[in-house]
Every structure is written in structure tokens, then in C-alpha cells.
């Protein structure tokens, strides 16, 4: 399987780290071998390669901050666009790994639909596309019989989309209620440990869970990102950011966790997706409800769904590894159900 790889930060060397790592077994288990022929990146530049690059060569070169350092070497072509990568139409799968913009979803949007048109499959872990564009990337795939695969949008590789979209397929999904944002999860953690929430948000920059400006994730966008992912993968709602009711953490104070720990009773920074729409919004929740007991930066979600109740998935929502592995695990499903070309 020839791939194309936007985007090599973490996750990216995470994908890569995962193919060199694991290519035996991935080839005695699952008669499965990839290789990465052209990755693009806004800062380190651009290499392409038809017979595949060398991924410790490539790591190699990330670590020094630039593709400046790859070696030289017969049909290596470097500075080329992902539009004219993609133009050549040698890659199989398009993987999708660069920043998630979740205002207008480019220019991943567009890079998505032009592999598409390339008859290459889609591999994201960039939230924009799915929760922005699902409904004519999914259209454009079905008529092209080519697959999208999404699963590192959402818990990275705790398998969420899996078991909503396969797993329980004949189930009617419901709803889906969620932890989905870690440096939250983290921060209301410590708060019911008797930590300030400026601490706690220190602390978790401090740790690499919150970026320097983490309002993404304590003001609820991150998550709601999600919600729209899960609305539109799931109930076939086509809602934008300005459909959904969206808060954060700022305002819970120590008080109202105090309040809530007297109630027996626990904060939770809870993202929903149903039907009717969706909403992330801090919440009381009863320590008996499976996601109250789900501390630290651990994510978990729950399907309501009508022939096995309530099923709750509990796991990594973040991580360079467990992200790569959520890519893996579709590309392996592309494998599967469709074949490299």
C-alpha cells in the first residue's frame, strides 16, 4: 500500500514509527506492508519518492527540524506541492495528518477531495474534513467506490468509530455522551484533588496535555470538533459549529467542585451527539454514571443504543502512538475491504 502523508508531527511519526516498528508482523499477521512514497509538511518541506522513503532516514530528518537532511538519492524529488503529489495519482491512500482547522477545514478539505477525484482512499486524523465536509467526502467516495476512514478523529485509538459504525452495526445508535477532550478531563482531575484550576492548567501544559493557549480545549471547541464528527458520521446531521450549544471549564470554580463532591456528584466536561443535535457543556454527573469514574487525561464515550443499552468505551484519546495506531487500523481496514490498487 503506497502512501501519501500530510502532516509529520506527532502523529505522523507516529504512523511511521508504528510501520517500520511493526512491518514483520504487520506482514505475518495481516500480509499487510505499506510504505510512505511522498509526505508533505508546512515547516520541514516535502519529499516524494515512488519506491518508497526510508522511514528511519525520515525520522531522522524530522528530529532535525527540517527534510533539508533526508539523503539524496536516484528519483527523490523534493519542494513538490500536495497538489502535485496527488496530481501523479501513484499513492493508494491519501492520509490525512496535518493541523486541524475546524473554522473552514482547508486546505485539508481540499486535498481531500482532489485525492478522491485521484481514486485514492482517505486516511484522517485531522478533525476538519469529517466534521466540516462528511457529507460530500463520504458522497464523493461511495461514488467512486473508495473508502473514508476517520477513527483518529475521535479518541484517537480507542476504537470509537469502529464500534459505533461496524461493531454494533443493526444497533440503533441513540445518542453518543462523552469524555472527549483529555486536557479537560485532566484539569477537573486535579481540581477535585483540591488544585486551583490555574495550577491544574499549568500543570498540564507542564505535562504537554494543553498547548500554550489552551483555549481550544477548556472553552469546548476541541470537543465539540467531535460532537460533529459523531453527528454527522452517526445521524447523518449536517450541523456546523454555530449549530451547536458549546461551553468549557473556565467558570467552574473550587466552590462548585466542592458542591458537587458534597452532592456526591462529579464535573465532567460532556460532549453529546444525537439526532436532535449536540452540545459540550461542563456537567454534574452521579458517581454511579461509568463516565464519572474516568479521571485523569483518559477519555470514554457512551452509546445509547436500543438492543444492548448502554455501552460505555474507555481509552487513550490522545498520543502519538495510540494515534498512529487508530491510522494503522484503517489503512488495515482499506486493506481489507478494498485492496491497494
Known amino acids: 500500500m503506497k502512501l501519501l502523508l ?9 504512523l511511521a514509527e508504528i510501520l517500520r516498528d511493526k512491518a514483520a508482523e504487520l506482514k505475518r499477521e495481516h500480509n499487510f506492508a505499506a510504505e510512505i512514497i511522498g509526505v508533505a509538511t508546512a515547516r520541514k518541506g516535502s519529499l516524494y519518492l515512488p519506491n518508497g522513503l526510508d522511514i528511519t532516514a525520515l525520522l531522522r530528518a524530522a528530529e532535525g527540524g527540517s527534510f533539508a537532511d533526508f539523503p539524496d538519492q536516484p528519483g527523490l524529488r523534493r519542494g513538490m506541492t500536495v497538489a502535485e503529489m496527488i496530481a501523479l495519482g501513484e499513492a493508494d491512500v491519501l492520509v490525512e495528518a496535518s493541523p486541524t482547522n475546524l473554522e473552514t477545514a482547508q486546505p485539508a478539505l481540499d486535498y481531500c477531495h482532489q485525492a478522491l477525484e485521484a481514486g485514492m482512499h482517505l486516511a484522517l486524523a485531522n478533525k476538519g474534513p469529517v466534521a466540516l465536509g462528511y457529507a460530500g467526502l463520504q458522497a464523493k467516495a461511495r461514488a467512486k467506490g473508495l473508502l473514508m476512514r476517520y477513527e483518529a478523529t475521535v479518541m484517537a485509538g480507542t476504537p470509537t468509530m ?19 477532550n483529555g486536557t479537560t478531563n485532566y484539569i477537573l482531575t486535579q481540581m477535585e484533588s483540591g488544585m486551583s484550576y490555574h495550577d491544574a492548567l499549568m500543570q498540564a501544559q507542564a505535562l504537554g496535555y494543553a498547548e500554550t493557549d489552551p483555549a481550544g480545549d477548556v472553552e469546548g471547541w476541541d470537543a465539540a470538533g467531535k460532537v460533529l464528527i459523531l453527528a454527522n458520521a ?60 474516568v479521571g485523569g487525561s483518559t477519555n470514554a464515550i457512551t452509546l445509547e443504543t436500543d438492543l444492548m443499552g448502554d455501552i460505555t468505551l474507555i481509552g487513550a484519546g490522545a498520543g502519538k502512538l495510540e494515534t498512529g495506531a487508530a491510522i494503522l487500523s484503517d489503512l488495515l481496514a482499506i486493506e481489507r475491504q478494498a485492496g491497494a490498487k
Request: hydrophobic share 45%; aromatic share 4%; charged share 20%.
Open 6 to 14: 500530510i502532516g509529520f508531527g506527532v502523529v505522523g511519526q507516529g
Open 162 to 180: 469502529h464500534l459505533a459504525e461496524d461493531a454494533l452495526a443493526g444497533c440503533e445508535i441513540r445518542s453518543a455522551r462523552g469524555i472527549l
Open 234 to 293: 452517526l445521524f447523518g446531521s449536517e450541523l456546523a459549529l454555530a449549530d451547536l450549544d458549546v461551553s468549557g471549564i473556565t467558570n467552574i470554580s473550587a466552590a462548585d467542585i466542592a458542591d458537587a463532591k458534597a452532592a456526591g456528584q462529579r464535573y465532567k466536561l460532556i460532549a453529546r451527539a444525537a439526532p436532535d443535535g449536540g452540545q459540550v457543556r461542563a456537567t454534574r454527573l452521579p458517581l454511579d454514571d461509568p463516565l464519572a469514574s
